[in-house]
Every structure is written in structure tokens, then in C-alpha cells.
């Protein structure tokens, strides 16, 4: 684990040792998870599957433009920051994805046709159109499976020491996604 900062983030993130072995993040890319308040003492796992926008140089936001990842398409606006808010409150440790869920997302099932979504909320996602099986897996291993293997790499800590810990999954909603209004400000599920 090393410990710095990302780009426009003002506290430090703790980001795991990248797999030279993986070719989709390269040197300077955010790492596919951080984490945070480490050694938080609640009995309580905060995750969030979208906390970013972030994509490796070499995935060229496939193909997508900036403006697109400013948008909930890419990723749950806010998530990151009440993540760590709920982390320091509580004192809990967390775990935060650390790439768009447009390159896999880690909130679905790998055979879930939206887990590689070509259009979301009427936007085309081209670098996503037409993925192969190869190109499926390489994602999956080199973003979803680190990203998931830190959260049950925690669970099983919180188990080593006899604590069945409350795993809290944060996110956040857009009011309107593919033309329809939502009309909740908050969602609790369980």
C-alpha cells in the first residue's frame, strides 16, 4: 500500500500495489481501489462502488468526452466524499472503488449484461460497444476483482476477530435518469 494524493482530492487515500502484470492501468493511473480510515473502530464496512470517474490513460475514457464524466453516467457524484464523512463520523474503515463504473461496474454480477453497459441514461458508450469475452476479462481482473477482493479481505478481518460487521454501501441518485423523474431524495435498502 502506498499512501498520496489524487487531483483535486485534499486528503491523503491509501491505494493499493498495482499488478505489473496488468495492462489497463499504467503508471500515474488511479489504482481500482483506496481505502480509507483503515483502522476505524466500528463494527461497521463502508463501501462505494462509484466513487470515481476515473479511467486509465490507455482506456481513453473510451471514447467518451469530458463533459460526459462530469455526469452520474460515470459515476455517483458525491459518494466519495460522504463516504469518508460516514468513515470519519463513525470511525470506520472503507473501501472506495477507484475507476468509472462504465469500465465494469462492481455494483452488478460479471454476467449481467450491465455490468459492460453500451448506453446509459441515452448516452452510447462507445469504448463499450461490441466488447469481447477477452476484453470482459482483462476489465474484470484488473478493476472489479481487486476492488472485491478488498472488501472480502476485510470482512474476513472483522471475522478473524469474532465481529459479523454491518457492510454499508453508499451511493447516490440523480434526479432524473433515462428521461424519468425520480422522486425520492434518499433511499435505504436492505
Not at 34 to 39: I, P, R
Not at 99 to 114: G, H, Q, T, Y
Amino acid at each position: 500500500m502506498s499512501r498520496t494524493k489524487l487531483p483535486g482530492h485534499s486528503h491523503y487515500q491509501n491505494f493499493p500495489d498495482i499488478d505489473p502484470g496488468c495492462s489497463l492501468i499504467g503508471p500515474g493511473d488511479p489504482p481500482p481501489f483506496m481505502t480509507y480510515n483503515d483502522h476505524g473502530r466500528a463494527r461497521v464496512l463502508l463501501v462505494a462502488d462509484h466513487a470515481t470517474p476515473f479511467f486509465p490513460a490507455a482506456m481513453n475514457q473510451l471514447g467518451l468526452a469530458d463533459w460526459v464524466l462530469e455526469r452520474h453516467v460515470a459515476w455517483d457524484i458525491g459518494s466519495d466524499e460522504l463516504t469518508r464523512c460516514l468513515a470519519d463520523e463513525l470511525d470506520a474503515p472503507a473501501v472506495l472503488a477507484g475507476f468509472s463504473r462504465l469500465i465494469v461496474d462492481p455494483n452488478r454480477r460479471l454476467d449481467d449484461p450491465s455490468a459492460f453497459v453500451e448506453i446509459s441514461d441515452g448516452i452510447a458508450i462507445p469504448g463499450n460497444l461490441d466488447l469481447d469475452e477477452q476484453e470482459k476479462h482483462l476489465r474484470a481482473k484488473s478493476f472489479y476483482a481487486p476492488y472485491h477482493d478488498a472488501i472480502a479481505a476485510r470482512l474476513a478481518a472483522f471475522e478473524a476477530r469474532g465481529i459479523v460487521p454491518a457492510l454499508i454501501s453508499i451511493h447516490t441518485c440523480t434526479p432524473v435518469f433515462d428521461r424519468v423523474v425520480r422522486p425520492w431524495h434518499i433511499g435505504v435498502m436492505w
